[in-house]
Nanobody, 121 residues
Framework: QVQLVESGGGLVQAGGSLRLSCAASGSIFSISVMGWFRQAPGNQRELVATINKPGVPNYADSVKDRFTISRDNAKNMVYLQMNSLKPEDTAVYYC???????????????WGQGTQVTVSS
């Protein structure tokens, strides 16, 4: 069994900062892409940021220059530093990873349960 567990969500005022963390655990052979998605009420889940194994990031235009994604391959963790938060950043944030459980298995999409981020105006 493989699971992703997020932490670090909460309530913050506009202009503030939060740092999300996500730990992957279980039967893991290798992790390729890791990242964060978010879903606001009434909206579809959307990409926030991803990062590949060498550490090259990719950001949604709406969060560029405000959010920073990073990962620790030794610990199977991914982080999202969120600065200059806006009310429109309010959403449930989901950790994502493509994980292979053995050398012969495919990389499979894996999701965390989500953590709420609320930005008040």
């Amino acid at each position: 069994q493989v699971q992703l567990v997020e932490s670090g969500g909460g309530l913050v005022q506009a202009g503030g900062s939060l740092r999300l963390s996500c730990a992957a655990s279980g039967s893991i052979f290798s992790i390729s892409v890791m990242g964060w998605f978010r879903q606001a009420p009434g909206n579809q889940r959307e990409l926030v940021a991803t990062i590949n194994k060498p550490g090259v990031p990719n950001y949604a235009d709406s969060v560029k220059d405000r959010f920073t994604i990073s990962r620790d391959n030794a610990k199977n963790m991914v982080y999202l530093q969120m600065n200059s938060l806006k009310p429109e950043d309010t959403a449930v944030y989901y950790c994502y990873a493509k994980i292979a459980r053995s050398s012969s298995s495919l990389f499979r999409d894996t999701w965390g349960q989500g953590t709420q981020v609320t930005v008040s105006s």
